[in-house]
């Protein structure tokens, strides 16, 4: 039987955080996507906010152009960001829900509230060759809902597990997780998780054979003040692979 090997995208959204800090030229987004790619990552994850607070346009623009790997764009419904995808043509968007007042995101796409307008961004994309991924939480009836609209992903929000503390609620979450994995599998979409996934969480969720790839940031970002980012993400490639 061919190994389960799922694939790793890292977001690098807060190295524009910080350059954003002293709103200057470094630390370089692209030079992080570089290291990141020469680590041996198979993507970056970056999220274009409407608030801008870290990722700007011309970030978006400059990574499309010099990466060898693949861009997933993360984004909000809004027009002006849906824009913005269809000039850069990212080889997949992820679409989430965005709060201006939120540190990050703090849960999935409520994709049955929001069906009209996904379905229309859905035709678009895939009309401009955009790959589309939602952000759901783990509930059959988003896992049911992003199918139907034609979604080619779906990314699992893995906030919730991430947080738990107690034993018996980390299993709760993670059984949902799986559950829903294996939904959307049955359902014919291609599946990709993220979202609060750090150095010991990550282990569990290999065993939910039907995720393709991880998205993780953050705890890589903290991880490489220590130890720099291309040992990062070796350390991190070697859990999930």
Known sequence: MEAFIPK????????????????????????????????????????????????????????????????????????????VALEVKPEWATLVPEKRAELTTEGGLDVIKNQKALGRITYKFHKAGIQVSFFVDPDLRQVRASAALGADYIELHTGTYADAVLKKNTDKEFLKLKYAAEEASLLGLRLNAGHGLNYGNIKRMRKIREIEEFSIGHSIISRAVFTGLYKAVREMLALTR
């Open 8 to 83: 790793l995208n890292v977001n690098i959204d807060h190295v524009a955080t910080l350059r954003q800090q002293r709103l200057g030229f470094y630390p370089s987004v692209i030079a992080a996507a570089k290291e990141v790619e020469r680590a041996g990552a198979d993507g970056i994850t970056i999220h274009l906010r409407e608030d801008r607070r870290h990722i700007q346009d011309y970030d978006v623009f400059g990574l499309k152009k010099i990466l060898k790997t693949k861009l997933n764009l993360e984004m909000a419904i809004a027009p002006e960001i849906v824009n």
